[in-house]
């Protein structure tokens, strides 16, 4: 097979080596229920807890407020649909540039007119304003904000501390979208003021199909699925008992070596966006992107100019071996293109495409990208 090279590890990370074989052993062993009260499901209840309790050491919260979901998506819908229906909300925030997982369901709540929805302003670089968000906050109470912690397209990160605390002063409800930045960067909660977060094992070497709910112990809601009494009665549906134990393996694993696999992570950052610069021509990058402290480390969005072969051209860098995205995964293969590109240069013709990094990439896998890179435009 010819050379092939992964760069699209904001979309999915290859699991981990270590995470597949525990997975495999595990399910020789533990396959009984863990809603059961014989030995064998207490078994499989003890490690569903055990995962429970190392993700909340992780985050510095109590075990009470983690919550077992399929994956980031159903996390962000549980916590936007729940509240505003347990809570009557009549007015939610957030930004053009939030994940669909948020945008659809609020939009649709918008639709019903269930709630206002109002859409914060954001900087060239897509870092919201401050001053609109107290705003917006001001004139209309016990509002609900959803403001994602780290962009998946462009990479921009937003000050969720700062956010947390302008909500907290006007008594408002703040989720935030941290599936890109879970295991990623390290988190205190309680040093935050968030009342809800979502992650997904599979953005940082764990399976797909699970993740979970961060539901601050300060706010309650009813559950969004109805059945069984799992996850305390908040989430119904038998456990992904192997699924949860790697999301947990793959979190510690993670934090273990999260300034060592930071720093090798922002090294290759650094040289492809040199490599870019220097062997191709008129390269530039959204956001703040190539600013490797104060944007998403495993994220470069670039664009390229104005070409007869834009819309072939991810599918010829596929042909070419090279794996990669335009903008979001969830726009890939469609004709709608990126929202998020949209919002922040709506009349560019620029071909947009977003490579991302993991622990796996390689200098080699660069080179052999930006080459195939230059073959296209050349």
Same mark, same amino acid.
């Given at each position: 097979?010819?050379?092939?090279?992964?760069?699209?590890?904001?979309?999915?990370?290859?699991?981990?080596?270590?995470? =597949?074989?525990?997975?495999? @052993?595990?399910?020789?062993?533990?396959?009984?229920?863990?809603?059961?009260?014989?030995?064998?499901?207490?078994?499989?209840?003890?490690?569903? *807890?055990?995962?429970?309790k190392k %993700?909340? @050491?992780?985050?510095?919260?109590?075990?009470?407020?983690?919550?077992?979901?399929?994956?980031?998506?159903?996390?962000?819908?549980?916590? =936007?649909? +729940? #509240?505003? *229906?347990?809570?009557? =909300?009549a007015h939610?925030?957030?930004?053009?540039?939030?994940?669909?997982?948020?945008?659809?369901?609020?939009?649709?709540?918008?639709?019903?007119?269930?709630?206002?929805?109002?859409?914060?302003?954001?900087?060239?670089?897509? !870092?919201?304003?401050?001053?609109?968000?107290?705003?917006?906050?001001?004139?209309? &109470?016990?509002?609900?904000?959803?403001?994602?912690?780290?962009?998946?397209?462009?990479?921009?990160? /937003?000050?969720?501390?700062? %956010?947390?605390?302008?909500?907290?002063?006007?008594?408002?409800?703040?989720?935030?979208?941290?599936? /890109?930045?879970?295991?990623?960067?390290?988190?205190?909660?309680?040093?935050?003021? !968030?009342?809800?977060?979502?992650?997904?094992?599979?953005?940082?070497?764990? &399976?797909?199909? !699970?993740?979970? !709910?961060?539901?601050s112990e300060?706010?309650?809601?009813?559950?969004?699925?109805?059945?069984?009494?799992?996850?305390?009665?908040?989430?119904?549906?038998?456990?992904?008992?192997?699924?949860?134990?790697?999301?947990?393996?793959?979190?510690?694993?993670?934090?273990?070596?999260? *300034? *060592?696999? #930071?720093?090798? %992570?922002?090294?290759?950052?650094?040289?492809? %966006?040199?490599?870019? /610069?220097? @062997?191709?021509?008129?390269? /530039?990058?959204?956001?703040? $992107?190539?600013?490797?402290?104060?944007?998403?480390?495993?994220?470069?969005? $670039?664009?390229?100019?104005?070409?007869? =072969?834009?819309?072939?051209?991810?599918?010829?860098?596929?042909?070419?071996?090279?794996? +990669?995205?335009?903008?979001?995964? $969830?726009?890939?293969?469609?004709?709608?293109?990126?929202?998020?590109?949209?919002?922040?240069?709506? @009349?560019?013709?620029?071909?947009?495409?977003?490579?991302?990094?993991?622990?796996?990439?390689?200098?080699?896998?660069?080179?052999?990208?930006?080459?195939?890179?230059?073959?296209?435009?050349?």
């Amino acid at each position: 097979m010819s050379k092939r090279v992964f760069l699209d590890n904001a979309a999915t990370t290859p699991m981990a080596p270590e995470i =597949i074989e525990m997975m495999s @052993e595990m399910m020789k062993t533990h396959y009984a229920n863990p809603s059961s009260t014989h030995s064998y499901g207490r078994e499989s209840k003890i490690i569903v *807890e055990a995962a429970r309790k190392k %993700i909340a @050491e992780l985050l510095n919260t109590s075990p009470g407020s983690i919550f077992f979901t399929s994956g980031g998506t159903e996390a962000d819908n549980m916590a =936007i649909k +729940c #509240v505003i *229906e347990d809570h009557k =909300i009549a007015h939610a925030i957030t930004s053009k540039l939030s994940h669909h997982a948020v945008l659809y369901p609020l939009e649709d709540l918008a639709a019903e007119g269930k709630i206002k929805l109002s859409y914060i302003d954001i900087d060239e670089n897509g !870092v919201v304003s401050f001053s609109h968000l107290k705003d917006l906050l001001a004139n209309n &109470p016990r509002t609900f904000v959803s403001i994602m912690h780290a962009n998946n397209e462009i990479g921009t990160i /937003q000050d969720i501390k700062a %956010i947390g605390n302008i909500c907290k002063e006007y008594n408002a409800i703040f989720h935030s979208d941290t599936v /890109q930045t879970i295991a990623h960067f390290p988190f205190n909660m309680q040093e935050l003021n !968030v009342d809800f977060m979502a992650a997904s094992a599979h953005k940082f070497h764990g &399976p797909k199909g !699970v993740g979970f !709910v961060y539901i601050s112990e300060n706010i309650q809601i009813k559950p969004m699925l109805r059945g069984g009494g799992q996850e305390r009665n908040m989430r119904a549906g038998t456990e992904n008992i192997y699924g949860i134990a790697a999301l947990a393996m793959a979190m510690e694993m993670a934090y273990a070596n999260l *300034e *060592e696999e #930071v720093g090798y %992570i922002k090294g290759i950052k650094k040289y492809m %966006i040199e490599k870019l /610069q220097t @062997e191709l021509d008129d390269v /530039q990058f959204y956001g703040n $992107c190539t600013d490797l402290d104060n944007s998403l480390y495993t994220v470069l969005s $670039c664009h390229f100019p104005e070409t007869d =072969i834009a819309e072939m051209l991810l599918f010829n860098l596929d042909i070419l071996g090279v794996a +990669c995205s335009g903008g979001s995964a $969830c726009a890939s293969g469609g004709s709608k293109g990126s929202h998020v590109l949209s919002a922040l240069t709506p @009349e560019s013709k620029r071909p947009g495409i977003r490579f991302s990094f993991s622990k796996y990439t390689t200098k080699s896998d660069i080179d052999f990208a930006v080459e195939k890179l230059k073959e296209l435009f050349n």
